[in-house]
């Protein structure tokens, strides 16, 4: 009885302990992704551009990069983004993420859009002077002193089409090749039909003739009668 009592109460502290510990799993776990989402937005920076042309259009397919060479870019931003940059879409936008500390506030990012040279200034603090998620993300306008060539979008456009053209126009040759090719089999079969001719050989001369004309034949050149004419042709054709 004693015994039983104690498993039974052994029994029901293990299964507070499991309870415990799943708990604190949990916890732990919940923690962590909490962390790590902070560390996450805390060293993220995203720039929501948009570039227009010198005429005012957008511009399209433009590469936007840091200028890191010689007094442009803080090194430090030039460390942590080294290769970052992005093209813009048809309507003259791009979002360029980079990877930006909280001790970067106040420094000087300068982005090469198309060769030009645009100054940006990182500002990671709020109106109420505190850092949070929302001042990581900012949207800025580019305006360029010249017009962008649009030669790069024209073969993209190009390449595009005869990517889908090319498929299809295969597809409808193909398909009127195999519905017109039985119909030229059977005006080549009737052709042939038409034009291959019977031949026979003389038995007198040798001499191959049409046979339908082996009887004139043997009349007017071999001057046989008709009766005789026409029973050398008969034989000839039971051959």
């Known amino acids: 009885m004693l015994v039983k009592l104690i498993r039974a109460r052994f029994g029901q502290i293990r299964c507070s302990l499991l309870v415990i510990v799943s708990i604190t799993l949990l916890l732990f776990s919940g923690l962590l992704m909490n962390v790590n989402a902070e560390h996450e937005w805390d060293h993220t920076y995203t720039i929501n551009g948009e570039v227009f042309q010198g005429d005012g259009s957008t511009a399209s397919d433009v590469e936007v990069k840091i200028d890191c060479s010689v007094g442009k870019s803080e090194p430090s931003l030039c460390e942590e983004n080294i290769g970052r940059s992005e093209r813009t879409s048809m309507s003259g936008k791009f979002q360029l993420a980079l990877h930006v500390h909280s001790t970067d506030h106040g420094l000087r990012l300068v982005l090469d859009i198309d060769g030009q040279s645009f100054n940006h200034t990182i500002n990671l603090n709020g109106d109420d002077g505190q850092q949070t998620e929302e001042d990581r993300t900012v949207d800025a306008e580019f305006t360029l002193d010249h017009d962008v060539s649009k030669m790069g979008m024209y073969i993209i456009i190009a390449l595009v089409g005869m990517t889908?053209?090319?498929?299809?126009?295969?597809?409808?040759?193909?398909?009127?090749?195999?519905?017109?090719?039985?119909?030229?089999?059977?005006?080549?079969?009737?052709?042939?039909?038409?034009?291959?001719?019977?031949?026979?050989?003389?038995?007198?001369?040798?001499?191959?003739?049409?046979?339908?004309?082996?009887?004139?034949?043997?009349?007017?050149?071999?001057?046989?009668?008709?009766?005789?004419?026409?029973?050398?042709?008969?034989?000839?054709?039971?051959?």
């Open 164 to 239: 889908i053209t090319v498929p299809f126009l295969y597809v409808i040759r193909n398909s009127k090749s195999s519905t017109n090719q039985p119909q030229v089999s059977r005006s080549s079969l009737k052709k042939k039909a038409s034009t291959s001719v019977e031949m026979a050989r003389c038995p007198k001369c040798d001499v191959k003739v049409k046979e339908s004309n082996l009887e004139s034949h043997l009349m007017k050149v071999h001057h046989q009668s008709e009766s005789k004419a026409k029973e050398l042709a008969e034989s000839v054709k039971d051959e």
